[in-house]
């Protein structure tokens, strides 16, 4: 299973943002994505939907799971 922190860069990189730029579409702070980037610390449930949605991936893959990134419909 993936680690979270990979699977953040994979879809940062995929959709061409930055962490600055997932900030300001979530409203999570920039030090709160630095430690999920750097596998310092885990996004909290909340935080793991804002980012899928925001990154437009699934949660489950997201978080790990061997699933499609692709998010699906709400």
Same mark, same amino acid.
């Given at each position: 299973?993936?680690?979270?922190? =990979?699977?953040?860069? =994979?879809?940062?990189? @995929?959709?061409?943002?930055?962490?600055?730029?997932?900030?300001?579409?979530?409203?999570?702070?920039?030090?709160?994505?630095?430690?999920?980037? /750097?596998?310092?610390?885990?996004?909290?449930?909340?935080?793991?939907?804002?980012?899928?949605?925001?990154? =437009?991936?699934? =949660? /489950?893959?997201? @978080?790990?799971?061997?699933?499609?990134?692709?998010?699906?419909?709400?």
């Amino acid at each position: 299973m993936a680690e979270i922190k =990979e699977r953040l860069r =994979e879809a940062l990189e @995929l959709r061409e943002m930055r962490p600055a730029d997932l900030c300001r579409k979530t409203g999570i702070p920039k030090g709160a994505i630095s430690y999920y980037l /750097a596998g310092k610390s885990v996004p909290r449930a909340d935080r793991v939907h804002l980012i899928s949605k925001a990154l =437009e991936v699934s =949660e /489950a893959w997201l @978080l790990g799971y061997d699933v499609p990134a692709v998010r699906t419909k709400e």
